[in-house]
């Protein structure tokens, strides 16, 4: 496959790009449709991480990230943004969220909102992530909407 990767410079470009591409590209949920917003972050959540390339901040469309041979970046921002997307498709009220362990951000995951409740959806990692489960202590902490 081939993907046009635009190097990000900073985490504001990374959450506009995260943003856009789930708005944008809800028609790559289509195969995933039929699956609820849990068996979906089960489902993101199993694939494997993968790093930007050193040096390089990327994001990729669902098209992508989704797809079980894709050898590009799977990293946060990748995983994050098809859950979002599927968010939008059900409907379901959806934030992205930059935190760091420090002053400064390093991880964005997604949250949605359930009965009334932020749930984290943080599939970055397929053996460290469960539903509801923080991956990182957050001194640095931004939540961004559509």
Known sequence: MKKTVVP??????????????????TK???PFYGMTIFAFYDYVRR?????????KETVSRPKYTLNPDW???RDCDDKTVPILAKAIV???PARAVVCGETERPHHIYPEIK?????????ATYPNRCVLNKKLYN???RKEFYF
């Open 8 to 25: 990000l410079e900073n985490y504001i470009q990374t959450v506009e790009t995260v943003l856009r591409l789930a708005k944008d590209y």
């Open 28 to 30: 790559d949920l289509i």
């Open 47 to 55: 694939l494997p991480y993968i790093p930007d390339p050193v040096g």
């Open 71 to 73: 050898t590009g970046a």
């Open 90 to 92: 059900l409907n379901i």
């Open 114 to 122: 359930m009965n009334g409740d932020w749930i984290i959806a943080d």
């Open 138 to 140: 957050e001194k640095f």
